[in-house]
């Protein structure tokens, strides 16, 4: 099995892009008003529900195309 993060800063690092990409140009006010698409929504909804109910494998599965994405 391939390990996705090798140690918890790799993880963080991630987080801490993904944040910064989303907050790029963007003010608080346009942040609180903003709706997902009803695709990001449905993905965004798919990692939480695998997360809450899915084993070790169908969470690694789920976060992968985030890991490759960032590679």
Known sequence: MTIIFKK???AQGTYEAEMELNRHG???????QFTPSPVAYAYA????RGA???????????ILPCCWLYY
Request: hydrophobic share 30%.
């Open 8 to 10: 918890a800063s790799d």
């Open 45 to 48: 909804s798919h990692k939480y």
């Open 26 to 32: 963007i003010t608080e006010e346009e942040h609180n």
């Open 52 to 62: 809450y109910h899915g084993n070790l494998g169908e969470m690694i599965a789920i």
